[in-house]
């Protein structure tokens, strides 16, 4: 977007210095692919030219060449356009050979990319074979990151750099001798000592890391790569990925993008994670070859994957956005800072306490029918009991208002006397202008749109009555002034209508604007689902929409209405979402990895005994990881690691600290858990005694 004047934004938050505003896709106002150079993977094509690949990667023993070569297979028949293999050391490069012949003579011609880690040797071996070489900067020159050695001089710095340039060298000079790619893998939690040293464990850090490989590529005139800035927590993720854009748009660099939220973990919660980090990313047009990592089969993930490639190639073809530009000056692209409304204030002479409607960490709002309330007992503790003891009601998983699209008829007593009872505990039941006129619900919200403030028919609710506001964020400037006139407890922005308008840009337009006039109503993406809409794309198009408003700090909640999903599916979706974009803890956090060959236990069923015994600690966060790899890199964020050490022992870990090594494996759950109750993070489960 060409400008006379380089747009500004003060150096860190609250400055009074101003800095240019780094560019990180083509355009905020509506999704443009962003233009990559071609980067050939055997037979495949990655690049803006060309569809969002799709990709997964081999669980199995890469020694048992059959079990990997069927494996393959199975991944390429589902759809994957590229298959990743781990390879640890040479024996399993000396497979990789026949792998690769065993798939050809069967007919299989899908690219193979070798994953590597602590191997130069290795990588050079398998180069010969297989299609592309994954590296991770953090480690494929230095060895095992102890995160000891923090203090770096510059001459320290550099006789490192000249190291990795002598040991990377020959492995892109044999890429370019036989027509390989090269994939420089960064990942959050496995950046080297020296890297950490200058820019901490942080997604700058994730950048330089993997500038340093990229620099040595483009002096021996190789171009044949791609980037990735894998993390496990989405919101590090995306922000990781725009640095490293707004960085080759400065530097006039066009490669390609590998995205992926790693160690995302299972079931919802795993695609949930994959759909906020690449979905926010594929709304600004960023974004070429995309895995979605769970800890489940892995041709299990070629369907969310292809779903999430999919959307992402709609929108830029379309090229989804706000029907108009609009000047952006708010919202910080590189670093989350969380918008917090104004929650409701408890008024003067007011019976009911209505500050409990939101809540302050980011709220849950649900779709509530008619037919749900008949059952009246039922409902009211499916919504409104505590879920852990010892926990404070509103930081458990417990909606905080409702939405009523239509109010019990004035006789119908028992619904009436459930919806009493929620507005008793403090949640808020919202209803339409025009049935609380017609039925009116004491102390419910009525919902206001834009076109009735500006017709005053608010004005006939009795005085002292709470408002909330429906926008869409794409109306003219004239009716959203409106806004500067009302007293409302919240805005529900609702998803367009229209084909090529995007509820994120609007979302945009609508937060910068509110911003820019200093209104601080909270504001709940409040996202509409066409019926018959299978689970997982109801999952990612959560994750893709209000997801990618959530990590920039956009909003304040989120309603998610789909009258045919099951209510229970729907609300933990919602407080997943939630979770995921680092708003309100409500659950255990799990960061899991995929399982690959390097993996020394059964990471699925490990995940299910553990999950089934702590799936009750809200705000703790579990690494289960299969190996040492995939160890204390990879867990960044958790409090307590579960790592397979050797075979049939696990070690466990507080933070990136091993604490425990060695314990065998049967006793290992056990252990951890008495490792979370000796740090006072344990709480005994409630008993349903129904």
């Known amino acids: 977007m060409a400008q006379d004047v380089v747009e500004m934004e003060p150096a860190s938050q609250n400055s009074p210095l101003l800095v240019p505003r780094q560019k990180y896709c083509e355009s905020v106002h509506k999704t443009i692919r962003r233009q990559t150079s071609t980067v050939m993977v055997g037979n495949v094509a990655v690049g803006s030219e060309h569809p969002i690949r799709v990709q997964t990667m081999t669980t199995t023993d890469t020694k048992d060449v059959l079990g990997t070569v069927d494996q393959v297979m199975k991944i390429a028949d589902r759809g994957a356009d590229i298959v990743r293999i781990t390879v640890q050391g040479k024996k ?105 040293s200058y820019y901490g464990d942080s997604p700058r850090g994730m950048v330089e890391s993997a500038f340093e490989f990229a620099r040595i590529c483009r002096k ?51 695609r949930m994670k994959s759909a906020i980090g690449i979905g926010a990313l594929l709304q600004d047009g960023l974004g070429d070859t995309i895995r979605v990592s769970l800890t489940e089969p892995p041709e299990e993930e070629i369907d969310p994957c292809t779903r999430l490639a999919n959307l992402g190639m709609r929108a830029s073809s379309l090229q989804l956005g706000a029907p108009e530009q609009f000047e952006e000056k708010h919202r910080r692209y590189f670093d989350f800072q969380r918008r917090s409304g104004q929650l409701p204030l408890q008024k003067e ?70 919806l009493k009872r929620l507005v008793d505990i403090s949640m808020g039941i ?7 006129l017609e039925r009116p619900l004491p102390h419910a919200i009525a919902l206001v749109t834009l076109e009735e403030l500006a017709s005053g028919a608010h004005n006939q609710l009795p005085q002292g009555s709470r408002i909330a506001v429906i926008v869409h964020g794409n109306e003219p400037s004239e009716l959203l002034e409106l806004l500067k006139t009302v007293d409302a407890v919240m805005l529900l922005l609702n998803s367009p209508h229209e084909e090529t308008v995007s509820h994120v840009h609007n979302a945009r337009r609508l937060l910068e604007y509110l911003q820019s006039n200093s209104l601080s109503f909270p504001v709940i993406h409040n996202l509409e689902f066409k019926q018959g809409l299978r689970r997982d794309d109801f999952v990612i198009k959560a994750g893709s929409e209000a997801g990618a ?53 059964d990471l699925q069923d490990v995940s299910a005994e553990i999950r089934e015994k702590t799936s009750h600690l809200p705000g703790v966060s579990i690494a289960i990881m299969g190996c040492i790899v995939n160890g204390p890199g990879e867990m960044a964020d958790a409090d307590f690691g579960y790592v397979g050490g050797a075979p049939g022992k696990i070690d466990l870990y507080v933070g990136k600290q091993v604490v425990k090594r060695g314990i065998a494996k049967d006793q290992a759950t056990d252990a951890l858990i008495q490792l979370i109750k000796d740090h006072g993070r344990w709480v005994d489960p409630e008993v349903d005694n129904n």
């Not at 919202?430 to 609380?436: R, Y």
């Open 92 to 196: 399993e490069a000396d497979c990789c050979y026949e792998i690769k012949n065993t798939l050809v003579k069967k007919g299989y011609s899908i690219p193979l990319v070798a994953d590597i880690h602590f191997a130069p040797s290795v990588a050079l071996r398998v180069a010969e074979c297989f299609d592309k070489i994954r590296i991770n900067p953090g480690n494929f020159a230095d060895r095992r990151a102890q995160f000891e050695t923090l203090e770096y001089t510059e001459d320290d710095y550099q006789k490192e750099l000249e190291h990795i340039e002598a040991v990377f060298t020959p492995l892109v000079e044999k890429c370019k001798k036989y027509g390989r790619a090269i994939r420089i893998g960064t990942n959050h939690g496995s950046l080297s000592d020296r890297t950490m």
């Open 220 to 270: 021996l005139d190789f171009h044949n790569f791609l980037f990735s800035m894998k993390a496990s927590n989405p919101v590090v993720m995306v922000q990781a990925y725009r640095l490293l854009v707004a960085e080759m748009y400065v530097n006039g660099w066009n490669y390609p993008l590998h995205l992926g939220v790693t160690e995302a973990g299972e079931g919802e919660d795993g």
């Open 349 to 418: 002479g007011e019976s009911v306490d209505y500050r409990g409607v939101l809540h302050r960490d980011g709220s849950v709002l649900m779709s509530v029918s008619l037919d749900q309330l008949k059952n009246a007992e039922q409902f009211y503790r499916s919504l409104a009991t505590k879920l852990i003891i010892g926990m404070p009601y509103k930081d458990v998983a417990t909606v905080d208002s409702i939405l009523l699209k239509e109010l019990p008829a004035l006789d119908d007593k028992a619904s009436r006397l459930t």
């Open 430 to 436: 919202l209803t339409p202008l025009s049935q609380q």
């Open 549 to 601: 408003l959530l990590v920039d700090g956009l909003g304040d909640g989120i309603l998610l209405d789909a009258a045919d999903q099951d209510f229970d599916f729907v609300r933990s979706t919602s407080f997943g979402l939630l979770q995921g974009c680092r708003m309100r803890n409500t659950k255990t956090e799990y960061v899991s990895c995929p399982s690959c060959g390097r993996t020394l236990f």
